[in-house]
């Protein structure tokens, strides 16, 4: 066998070699794809059902807290979990009148004394 048959089958084995190999990493590339769009597609639809049930959660509330429906949350034992909700809104409704006031005060004292303003 000559030299350059030689060279020929080994280069003819290497290109061999690479095509296979670059079809198995486009093949893994391609599963790779595939798993990522799964996984969003999952990710979009777990979303997509959590902000349902919010939803869904919230027109309940809405509805028996509106109509005083003692009867329901007893049969579905909600009424612990409505109570607190109703008392983390009320410490909301505090909350946010003493950020107001707390505000106002501080418009007041910057008005009062500009020279206590620093500027960025």
Not at 41 to 47: D, P
Request: a negative charge; zero cysteines; proline letters at 1%.
């Amino acid at each position: 066998m000559k030299l350059w048959d030689r060279i020929q089958r080994g280069m003819e084995a290497g290109f061999d070699a690479a095509l296979s190999a670059v079809h198995a990493i486009t093949e893994k590339a391609g599963e790779g794809i595939e798993l990522t769009r799964l996984r969003r597609e999952k990710a979009r639809l777990e979303t997509e059902v959590t902000r349902r049930l919010a939803e869904l959660g919230n027109e309940v509330y809405e509805k028996i807290s509106a109509e005083r429906l003692e009867d329901i949350t007893q049969k579905l034992g909600i009424k612990a979990l409505l109570l607190e909700i109703a008392e983390n809104e009320a410490r909301m409704v505090d909350i946010d009148r003493r950020l107001s006031k707390e505000l106002k005060n501080d418009d007041q004292q910057e008005t009062a004394d500009p020279a206590t303003v620093t500027k960025n």
